[in-house]
């Protein structure tokens, strides 16, 4: 699908030539003139019946004042897929199919929809983690245990002195005592709960709140360059690595698990180095299989050197899954429409988890997410011993998955999946294991 769109976009140059022409109300004959060709050419190349390229479209962008790139290639693919997964929010009819018409003629608003579509996606995740956390927190719960403790200590000892006038002097002091030193501890409680509770100021470090695991997967966003060290320093240290490129300071989880991280894609790039493996991918369409043919590689890292490729290497947007075999990430890049929560149990439904029943067993199978336009993945996973073979114990299994967006249709159904129960819109799912917070639909 992805390749099918490539060319379908250089295919409807014309049709982008006729739409910015008639948005800026010009005639086909001056801006034949001004391209230095003829009306009656131009008409041909407004109808997709003549090809463009090289001069002549230079030319004709000139004369309507658009960038040649949005003549010749259409809307930015992040662009569409924002908009794509912004029309999947909303069970109202959307007219998915015009999205690049509206994006062509329209960069602008395009643009504010796929960012704002962004946004939402961001606070959502975030409004999961601080759910989620307000509900399992360990630190939270303490903090309210000792305070619930505090009160009810004051709330017996004045029970006491208010039902019972027999008391002698010293008891009574010992009980305002005690009241006393409660109430000092229900000040100390309260305030510590105030403090954990009151967001971070624009100062303060956000850091704090992420757990190593999201705290590297921020880390690498900012620091891509990181990626092209370990490139050109495969065989170094990941301690050494981390020193020579001056990597902002992390916090001791954080870094103990970059440094995990980073030994493993050393590993993996001095297997398959970029300058190899990227030509190898794009010839290959980014089949896992016949790359790890290629490269006598196992499938998980293969499967993670595909995930861990820029964006710009003419592949489809592939995100990646890591997870231990509770189910629990441990890696995770995002693609628009794959976002799961780290805090709440996903969809059983995903390669990621069914892989974990069949060690070592391969699984391809197409996922479509709920809504009108659906977001749809190819997903390639396995499981795999992350231990060494032991007599002595049960190997240690751990499951990788690669999800590539927006696939060629494949002669299997579809597995219909969401992100977590608590959030699916589907009803009838034999996976369910929570009622939907929101309106179900079939």
Same mark, same amino acid.
């Given at each position: 699908?992805?390749?099918?769109?490539?060319?379908?976009?250089?295919?409807?140059? !014309?049709?982008?030539?006729?739409?910015?022409?008639?948005?800026?109300?010009?005639?086909?004959?001056?801006?034949?003139?001004?391209?230095?060709?003829?009306?009656?050419?131009?008409?041909?190349?407004?109808?997709?019946?003549?090809?463009?390229?090289?001069?002549?479209?230079?030319?004709?962008?000139?004369?309507?004042?658009?960038?040649?790139?949005?003549?010749?290639?259409?809307?930015?693919?992040?662009?569409?897929?924002?908009?794509?997964?912004?029309?999947?929010?909303?069970?109202?009819?959307?007219?998915?199919?015009?999205?690049?018409?509206?994006?062509?003629?329209?960069?602008?608003?395009?643009?504010?929809?796929?960012?704002?579509?962004?946004?939402?996606?961001?606070?959502?995740?975030?409004?999961?983690?601080?759910?989620?956390?307000?509900?399992?927190?360990?630190?939270?719960?303490?903090?309210?245990?000792?305070?619930?403790?505090? @009160?009810?200590?004051?709330?017996?000892?004045?029970?006491?002195?208010?039902?019972?006038?027999?008391?002698?002097?010293?008891?009574?002091?010992?009980?305002?005592?005690?009241?006393?030193?409660?109430?000092?501890?229900?000040?100390?409680?309260?305030?510590?709960?105030?403090?954990?509770?009151?967001?971070?100021?624009?100062?303060?470090?956000?850091?704090?709140?992420?757990?190593?695991?999201?705290?590297?997967?921020?880390?690498?966003?900012?620091?891509?360059?990181?990626?092209?060290?370990?490139?050109?320093?495969?065989?170094?240290?990941?301690?050494?690595?981390?020193?020579?490129?001056?990597?902002?300071?992390?916090?001791?989880?954080?870094?103990?698990?970059?440094?995990?991280?980073?030994?493993?894609?050393?590993?993996?790039?001095?297997?398959?180095?970029?300058?190899?493996?990227?030509?190898?991918?794009?010839?290959?369409?980014?089949?896992?299989?016949?790359?790890?043919?290629?490269?006598?590689?196992?499938?998980?890292?293969?499967?993670?050197?595909?995930? !861990?490729?820029?964006?710009? @290497?003419?592949?489809?947007?592939?995100?990646?899954?890591?997870?231990?075999?509770?189910?629990?990430?441990?890696?995770?890049?995002?693609?628009? !429409?794959?976002?799961?929560?780290?805090?709440?149990?996903?969809?059983?439904?995903?390669?990621?988890?069914?892989?974990?029943?069949?060690?070592?067993?391969?699984?391809?199978?197409?996922? @479509?997410?709920?809504?009108?336009?659906?977001?749809?993945?190819?997903?390639?996973?396995?499981?795999?011993?992350?231990?060494?073979?032991?007599?002595?114990?049960?190997?240690?299994?751990?499951?990788?998955?690669?999800?590539?967006?927006?696939?060629?249709?494949?002669?299997?159904?579809?597995?219909?999946? !969401? @992100?977590?129960?608590?959030?699916?819109?589907?009803?009838?799912?034999?996976?369910?294991?929570?009622?939907?917070?929101?309106?179900?639909?079939?």
């Amino acid at each position: 699908m992805y390749w099918r769109n490539q060319l379908a976009a250089h295919a409807m140059t !014309g049709s982008r030539i006729r739409e910015r022409r008639l948005d800026q109300g010009m005639r086909q004959a001056d801006v034949a003139d001004a391209a230095g060709i003829s009306a009656s050419y131009l008409n041909l190349i407004e109808h997709n019946k003549r090809r463009i390229g090289g001069k002549l479209l230079q030319s004709l962008a000139r004369a309507l004042n658009a960038d040649p790139a949005s003549l010749s290639e259409g809307a930015e693919p992040a662009v569409l897929n924002g908009m794509r997964a912004a029309a999947a929010r909303t069970s109202q009819p959307i007219e998915t199919d015009r999205a690049e018409d509206l994006a062509t003629r329209f960069p602008g608003w395009a643009g504010l929809i796929a960012a704002q579509e962004a946004r939402v996606d961001t606070l959502e995740a975030e409004v999961r983690v601080l759910r989620d956390r307000m509900t399992h927190d360990p630190a939270l719960a303490g903090a309210l245990h000792n305070v619930i403790t505090a @009160v009810t200590s004051i709330r017996a000892t004045a029970g006491i002195l208010a039902n019972d006038d027999n008391i002698d002097a010293d008891w009574q002091r010992r009980f305002h005592v005690n009241i006393h030193d409660d109430s000092r501890r229900l000040a100390v409680e309260s305030e510590a709960l105030v403090a954990y509770l009151e967001p971070p100021t624009e100062a303060a470090s956000s850091r704090e709140h992420l757990t190593g695991f999201e705290e590297v997967e921020a880390f690498l966003l900012r620091e891509n360059k990181l990626l092209d060290w370990v490139e050109a320093h495969p065989n170094a240290a990941p301690d050494i690595l981390l020193r020579d490129y001056d990597a902002p300071a992390l916090s001791r989880e954080g870094r103990e698990v970059l440094l995990q991280y980073l030994a493993r894609l050393s590993k993996d790039v001095r297997l398959m180095p970029r300058a190899t493996f990227v030509p190898a991918a794009v010839a290959a369409h980014g089949d896992p299989s016949a790359l790890a043919a290629q490269f006598d590689a196992d499938l998980p890292a293969v499967l993670r050197r595909l995930g !861990g490729l820029p964006a710009d @290497v003419g592949l489809p947007p592939m995100g990646l899954a890591i997870a231990d075999q509770t189910g629990a990430l441990t890696y995770l890049k995002t693609v628009p !429409g794959f976002a799961p929560s780290r805090f709440t149990a996903g969809c059983p439904l995903w390669p990621l988890y069914a892989a974990l029943t069949q060690p070592m067993r391969p699984i391809k199978s197409e996922v @479509v997410l709920p809504g009108q336009a659906g977001a749809r993945f190819m997903c390639y996973a396995i499981a795999v011993p992350k231990t060494h073979a032991d007599f002595s114990a049960a190997p240690v299994l751990e499951t990788t998955m690669l999800v590539v967006s927006d696939p060629a249709p494949g002669l299997q159904e579809p597995i219909k999946a !969401g @992100v977590s129960c608590r959030v699916c819109p589907r009803s009838g799912c034999a996976a369910r294991r929570e009622p939907s917070a929101i309106e179900v639909k079939s």
